[in-house]
C-alpha cells in the first residue's frame, strides 16, 4: 500500500526533525494542509509552545489581492503562524530533504465564512445556519473554492492534491463545545444535514417540488424520529420520490464544485478526493455522486473506525468504483482510543482493496504515538 501522511505547515518548520522522522517512518508521500479550517493543534515535538490554536480556517499561501479583488469570500489570513507562505516553506523543506509532498486542500468546511455570510451557509429545514458549511449550491462558494485551490497550488512543487470537504457538510460537527454527539439517530442526522438554503429551493423548484412542503415534510419527519427514541434508526418516511430528488440536487452541486475546483487546478499532479460510499454523507469526506470517479486518480474513505463496517465501506468502494481509481484508506493514529492492533488492521483495510493509507497525523502523533505509527506503516508493506 502506497503510504501518504499528514501533517501542518508548522509541523515541518517548528518542530526540528520532521524531515528525518517521516523518512526514518518510510511515507511514500507528506500531505501538508495548504488551506484548513479551525483548529487547536497539539505540537508535541515544538520545544517552545505545546499547541498551535488557529482561530479560523485560513490559508497558508500568500493572499493576492489582484487574485481575490471584487470578491465577498476570501479566504483568511493566519496571524498564527510566522510566514506568509508557510505551506510553501514547508513543501520546499520536505522537496529538499527527498520526500515526495500532496497539497492537503479544505474546500467548503469554513467557519469563519459561514459566520460572516450565513446566505451561503448550509441551512437546515428549520431554518437554522450551520456557519461551519458553505454550501455548494451557492455559485459564489464555488468560485470561492475554485479559486482558493488555485491559488493552493499556484507555483507549489507538489505531485499530488488532496481535495477535502468538496462537498457538503452538515448537521453533525465538532461545534465549539459540541453537545448533540450521540444525539440523532442516522436517519434524523441525514434529514438535519439536507440543505435549505435559497439556492438549493430553487433546485428543488426546477425538479418540480413546492420548496415550504419539502421543508414541512422534513421537519415532520424530523419530530416523528426524535419521538421514537430509537437512536439506531437509519430509514426515514419520506416519500422515495422526494428523497430522490433532494439527493439529486446536492449531487448536481457537488460535481458542480469539483469540477470548477479541478478546472481551477489544471492538469499535470495526482488528484485525490476524500468520500463516502454512501452518497448521502455530508462532511469532510462527503458521499460520493454518481461521476465522482470520473475526475479523480484515488478515493479516501473515513476508517478511522476499526471493524466490519470499515472493512465493508472499503470492498464496496472497490467492488463499485472502476479499477482505475485507487481506493484508500484514512486511519487516524492520534485518536482518544487507540486502535488496538492498527497493523493488523491496516492489512485487513489493504486485503480489503485499499491500495493506500492515509495516516493521520504525522505531526499530532507525539512519541507517545510513534510505535503507532511505525504499526501502522508496517501493515501497509504487509499486504500481498
Same mark, same amino acid.
Given at each position: 500500500?502506497?503510504?501518504?501522511?499528514?501533517?501542518?505547515?508548522?509541523?515541518?518548520?517548528?518542530?526540528?526533525?520532521?524531515?528525518?522522522?517521516?523518512?526514518?517512518?518510510?511515507?511514500?508521500?507528506?500531505?501538508?494542509?495548504?488551506?484548513?479550517?479551525?483548529?487547536?493543534?497539539?505540537?508535541?515535538?515544538?520545544?517552545?509552545?505545546?499547541?498551535?490554536?488557529?482561530?479560523?480556517?485560513?490559508?497558508?499561501?500568500?493572499?493576492?489581492?489582484?487574485?481575490?479583488?471584487?470578491?465577498?469570500?476570501?479566504?483568511?489570513?493566519?496571524?498564527?503562524?510566522?510566514?506568509?507562505?508557510?505551506?510553501?516553506?514547508?513543501?520546499?523543506?520536505?522537496?529538499?530533504?527527498?520526500?515526495?509532498?500532496?497539497?492537503?486542500?479544505?474546500?467548503?468546511?469554513?467557519?469563519?465564512?459561514?459566520?460572516?455570510?450565513?446566505?451561503?451557509?448550509?441551512?437546515?429545514?428549520?431554518?437554522?445556519?450551520?456557519?461551519?458549511?458553505?454550501?455548494?449550491?451557492?455559485?459564489?462558494?464555488?468560485?470561492?473554492?475554485?479559486?482558493?485551490?488555485?491559488?493552493?497550488?499556484?507555483?507549489?512543487?507538489?505531485?499530488?492534491?488532496?481535495?477535502?470537504?468538496?462537498?457538503?457538510?452538515?448537521?453533525?460537527?465538532?461545534?465549539?463545545?459540541?453537545?448533540?454527539?450521540?444525539?440523532?439517530?442516522?436517519?434524523?442526522?441525514?434529514?438535519?444535514?439536507?440543505?435549505?438554503?435559497?439556492?438549493?429551493?430553487?433546485?428543488?423548484?426546477?425538479?418540480?417540488?413546492?420548496?415550504?412542503?419539502?421543508?414541512?415534510?422534513?421537519?415532520?419527519?424530523?419530530? *416523528?424520529?426524535?419521538? @421514537?427514541? $430509537? +437512536?439506531?434508526?437509519?430509514?426515514?418516511?419520506?416519500? !422515495? /420520490?422526494? =428523497?430522490?430528488?433532494? #439527493?439529486?440536487? *446536492?449531487?448536481?452541486? @457537488?460535481? $458542480? +464544485?469539483?469540477?470548477?475546483?479541478?478546472?481551477?487546478? !489544471? /492538469?499535470? =499532479?495526482?488528484?485525490? #478526493?476524500?468520500?463516502?460510499?454512501?452518497?448521502?454523507?455530508?462532511?469532510?469526506?462527503?458521499?460520493?455522486?454518481?461521476?465522482?470517479?470520473?475526475?479523480?486518480?484515488?478515493?479516501?474513505?473515513?476508517?478511522?473506525?476499526?471493524?466490519?463496517?470499515?472493512?465493508?465501506?472499503?470492498?464496496?468502494?472497490?467492488?463499485?468504483?472502476?479499477?482505475?481509481?485507487?481506493?484508500?484508506?484514512?486511519?487516524?493514529?492520534?485518536?482518544?482510543?487507540?486502535?488496538?492492533?492498527?497493523?493488523?488492521?491496516?492489512?485487513?483495510?489493504?486485503?480489503?482493496?485499499?491500495?493506500?493509507?492515509?495516516?493521520?497525523?504525522?505531526?499530532?502523533?507525539?512519541?507517545?504515538?510513534?510505535?503507532?505509527?511505525?504499526?501502522?506503516?508496517?501493515?501497509?508493506?504487509?499486504?500481498?
Amino acid at each position: 500500500m502506497r503510504v501518504t501522511g499528514y501533517a501542518y505547515p508548522w509541523d515541518v518548520l517548528d518542530a526540528p526533525g520532521f524531515a528525518e522522522r517521516a523518512l526514518e517512518l518510510g511515507v511514500d508521500e507528506v500531505a501538508v494542509a495548504v488551506s484548513y479550517h479551525t483548529t487547536r493543534a497539539a505540537t508535541p515535538y515544538a520545544p517552545d509552545r505545546s499547541a498551535v490554536l488557529a482561530r479560523h480556517a485560513a490559508l497558508y499561501r500568500p493572499t493576492r489581492d489582484q487574485v481575490w479583488e471584487g470578491a465577498r469570500l476570501r479566504p483568511g489570513t493566519p496571524d498564527w503562524v510566522d510566514r506568509e507562505d508557510s505551506a510553501g516553506g514547508a513543501v520546499a523543506a520536505l522537496r529538499d530533504a527527498g520526500i515526495s509532498t500532496a497539497a492537503w486542500v479544505v474546500l467548503t468546511h469554513n467557519s469563519k465564512l459561514g459566520t460572516e455570510f450565513p446566505d451561503v451557509a448550509v441551512r437546515n429545514c428549520f431554518g437554522e445556519s450551520y456557519p461551519w458549511a458553505l454550501c455548494p449550491a451557492q455559485e459564489e462558494v464555488r468560485a470561492y473554492a475554485a479559486t482558493l485551490a488555485a491559488e493552493c497550488v499556484a507555483d507549489l512543487d507538489v505531485a499530488t492534491v488532496i481535495l477535502e470537504a468538496c462537498g457538503q457538510l452538515g448537521a453533525v460537527h465538532q461545534c465549539h463545545h459540541e453537545k448533540t454527539d450521540a444525539v440523532w439517530a442516522p436517519a434524523t442526522a441525514r434529514l438535519l444535514s439536507v440543505c435549505c438554503c435559497a439556492l438549493c429551493r430553487r433546485l428543488w423548484t426546477d425538479a418540480g417540488l413546492e420548496p415550504g412542503e419539502v421543508e414541512r415534510k422534513l421537519r415532520a419527519e424530523v419530530r *416523528r424520529l426524535i419521538e @421514537t427514541g $430509537d +437512536l439506531a434508526a437509519a430509514e426515514d418516511k419520506l416519500p !422515495g /420520490g422526494l =428523497r430522490d430528488a433532494l #439527493l439529486s440536487a *446536492r449531487q448536481r452541486s @457537488t460535481d $458542480d +464544485l469539483r469540477r470548477e475546483v479541478l478546472a481551477a487546478i !489544471g /492538469g499535470g =499532479r495526482r488528484i485525490v #478526493l476524500h468520500g463516502a460510499v454512501d452518497p448521502w454523507v455530508t462532511g469532510a469526506l462527503p458521499g460520493l455522486t454518481p461521476s465522482a470517479a470520473d475526475d479523480v486518480d484515488a478515493v479516501v474513505l473515513q476508517n478511522w473506525a476499526p471493524g466490519k463496517a470499515s472493512l465493508d465501506a472499503v470492498s464496496t468502494a472497490r467492488a463499485e468504483l472502476p479499477s482505475t481509481v485507487d481506493i484508500g484508506s484514512y486511519v487516524t493514529a492520534v485518536g482518544a482510543s487507540p486502535v488496538p492492533d492498527i497493523e493488523a488492521y491496516v492489512s485487513e483495510l489493504g486485503k480489503a482493496g485499499a491500495a493506500e493509507l492515509h495516516l493521520y497525523h504525522l505531526g499530532l502523533a507525539g512519541p507517545g504515538r510513534r510505535a503507532d505509527l511505525h504499526a501502522a506503516v508496517g501493515g501497509a508493506r504487509n499486504v500481498v
